[in-house]
């Protein structure tokens, strides 16, 4: 008793090393707003630690009332402080709105349709590259135009460095590219498969996130260059079953409107927010874009003819109005030309109103479209001659396009083409007994040195089992380890699709 009356007097361990732990315990949380030099200790709550001293004895769940202090009971035992239940508050499970989980299934389109790209990019002869999901802000603002800028997720970094999530990726290319300077061996030709952000209204195809492959040549300042990435991309259509009949590419060059707004003498620098106005000429009513043309400088005469030729939707039209002598028309007629060489001109056409809404193209540009006109641009890309040098860099003819995931799984989705992706497995292995546990882990293994998939069964699972769960991995085989078979070197193999088996030595199994 005397010894029990003592150790109930002792103070406890914790209670010593408190003042000293109080000395080493860091910040478990720091608010943004506080400075770190200036961020306080925060309070730890009183039930996360109790003065008295527990036993570690199962005997301690189940003890009587009478242990709790009353009579009968050790006396000065401390009984336990109550730990009051916290209030768990349930967290929306959905991801953050315009973004995606991908789960296996979506995982699968996914990698299948990245796939596509990377193999067409590869038959085509360029090589990948990727940047910083987070880059410097300005690298955005500086020429990408207004509605870009607008949707940037950005923000500032705690060394006070002004960032953004990239909502694109050709500033981010033009940005290596001048890093690499001259070592760089022209022509560069790169591609890209990257996430990109946008904090834009969401449509079908349109989110705030999507990964987007873009394809991009570098030093060539021939119409061949623009000629070869539509090529590629009709290549990809083909690859994953879309017809012409399906999508078609409209085709046009800023020039067409730098020679139309020279003749009405509107100022140089006005171009890119004229072409920035015109790309929503089919988002909104025609009264708002010449009220918006207006609103730049551009006169009511200009705001006309500018509009007469934006309608135009054949090159001989084009011709009687701007004359053949301008060098958009010759760009135009030689890219059409090599449409034809290169066996896809069924799939182009003029569209004179295609301008892209990012102020940096400066000649041939185009864009995918779905011939139904239920999506929104599948893809689209342009000449940007002059983009290095708004970063600094000396100038480089260079063209490329954008090609987003979101758009043309809504299209595959429309044409019924979606591929049945199901997850599949060349080996299920399973053990008999438990003790052959070790022994099904070999046999996995040989087989994964050998190359082949394997699922490996971890737990002791009854045989019916075992075959509902090589149905849905779609397993090729089923492999058992039996006891008197281990014991002869050999495992018992059953191929699931025509039902035969038989015994194989370990040696043996491939």
């Known amino acids: ?52 001293p527990r036993t570690h004895s199962s005997v301690a769940f189940a003890r009587s009332p009478s242990d709790n202090g009353g009579g009968g009971g050790r006396s000065g035992a401390l009984a ?34 990245f796939r596509n790209f990377r193999e067409v990019s590869g038959l085509f002869g360029f090589e990948e590259v990727d940047f910083p999901v987070l880059e410097s802000e300005a690298l955005f603002v500086r020429k990408a135009g207004e509605e870009i800028r607008d949707q940037l997720y950005c923000f500032e970094d705690r060394g006070n460095r002004r960032v953004a999530l990239r909502p694109e990726l050709t500033p981010s290319l033009a940005r290596l590219v001048i890093q690499k300077g001259k070592s760089l061996s022209l022509p560069v030709k790169w591609f890209a498969v990257g996430q990109c ?60 409107l730098q020679e139309v707004l020279s003749r009405n003498s509107i100022r ?42 934006l309608s135009i939707k054949s090159l001989t039209e084009l011709e009687e109005i701007v004359g053949d002598a301008g060098e958009s028309v010759a760009e135009l007629k030689q890219l059409f030309s090599l449409a034809d060489k290169f066996g896809y001109s069924e799939w182009i056409q003029f569209d004179a109103s295609i301008v892209r809404g990012l102020a940096y193209y400066t000649g041939i540009v185009f864009e995918g479209f779905d011939r139904e006109g239920k999506l929104r641009a599948i893809c689209g890309g342009g000449r940007y ?17 954008g090609f987003g995931d979101a758009v043309v799984v809504e299209l595959l989705k429309e044409k019924g083409l979606l591929p049945e992706l199901s997850l599949q497995v060349d080996n299920i292995v399973c053990a008999l007994d438990h003790d052959l546990q070790g022994a099904a882990a070999t046999v996995a293994s040989i087989l994964r040195d050998k190359g082949q998939s394997v699922d490996l069964v971890l737990e002791n699972k009854p045989l019916k089992w075992v075959f509902k769960r090589a149905a849905r991995i779609n397993a090729d085989r089923l492999i058992l380890v039996g006891s008197s078979e281990w014991q002869r070197g050999m495992v018992g193999v059953k191929i699931l699709s025509t039902g035969e088996q038989r015994e194989i030595k370990l040696d043996e199994l491939e």
Not at 4 to 32: D, E, G, T
Not at 81 to 105: C, H, L, S, W, Y
Request: proline letters at 8%; charged letters at 25%; one cysteine or more.
């Open 268 to 309: 140089e620098e006005l171009f890119g927010k004229v072409c920035i106005i015109i790309d929503k000429i089919e988002k909104i009513p025609l009264d708002d874009i010449k009220k918006e043309l207006k609103s730049v400088g551009v006169s009511t005469e200009a705001v006309e003819q500018l509009l007469q030729v």
């Open 1 to 52: 008793m005397a010894a029990a009356a003592a150790a109930a007097a002792k103070p406890s361990s914790f209670l010593i090393l408190r003042p000293r732990l109080n000395q080493f315990l860091k910040p478990l949380f720091v608010s943004s707003s506080v400075p770190l030099g200036r961020a306080r200790l925060l309070p730890i709550p009183t039930p996360l630690f109790s003065t008295t």
């Open 80 to 113: 336990p402080e109550p730990v009051a239940a916290e209030e768990v508050q349930k967290i929306d499970v959905n991801p953050p709105k315009g973004t995606r989980d991908f789960p296996p299934e979506e995982m699968r389109l996914r990698n299948w349709l």
């Open 385 to 401: 001659d002059r983009l290095l040098s708004t970063f600094g860099g000396d100038d480089i003819p260079a063209c490329g396009f």
């Open 197 to 256: 952000w946008r904090y834009e209204r969401m449509t079908r195809g349109r989110r705030r996130e999507h990964y987007q492959w873009n394809m991009d040549i570098i030093g060539v300042p021939e119409v061949t260059a623009e000629a070869e990435l539509i090529s590629s991309i009709v290549t990809f259509f083909k690859r994953i079953g879309i017809t012409a009949s399906d999508v078609g590419f409209k085709v046009s060059s800023r020039k067409v």
